[in-house]
């Protein structure tokens, strides 16, 4: 079974760290996209990060760019979001996910055509 499991989340004070873990199981994630959306109350979902499963090219959201960083260890089947500099707007929940599109080369339309994702991780950035 293909699963994608979330973790890391938590509370984090404004300006804060956390680093978000997103375990493969049932599959190799390094030959797909990954990527990390979040969900807010009253908000719409938003892809927040991306990572190709060829070169490990990187996309990010305007809103997260120059604070979370988007990694993947093949070897542990598991992908990462670190993400610094938290503001209370950040708070989420961060579901990892991918489209199992094992032919995909640039990210198009990858967080519209999303086909497995975790139960999600809660962030709360708050003082």
């Known amino acids: 079974q293909v699963q994608l499991v979330e973790s890391g989340g938590g509370l984090v004070q404004p300006g804060g760290s956390l680093r978000l873990s997103c375990a493969a199981r049932g599959f190799n994630l390094e030959y797909y996209f990954i990527g990390w959306f979040r969900q807010a109350p009253g908000k719409e979902r938003e892809g927040v990060s991306c990572i190709s499963s060829s070169d490990d090219s990187t996309y990010y959201a305007d809103s997260v760019k120059g604070r979370f960083t988007i990694s993947r260890d093949n070897l542990k089947n598991t992908v990462y979001l670190q993400m610094n500099s938290l503001e209370p707007e950040d708070t989420a929940v961060y579901y990892c996910?991918?489209?199992?599109?094992?032919?995909?080369?640039?990210?198009?339309?990858?967080?519209?055509?999303?086909?497995?994702w975790g139960q999600g991780t809660l962030v709360t950035v708050s003082s």
């Open positions: 996910a991918t489209d199992l599109n094992i032919g995909r080369s640039s990210m198009g339309d990858f967080f519209k055509v999303l086909e497995v």
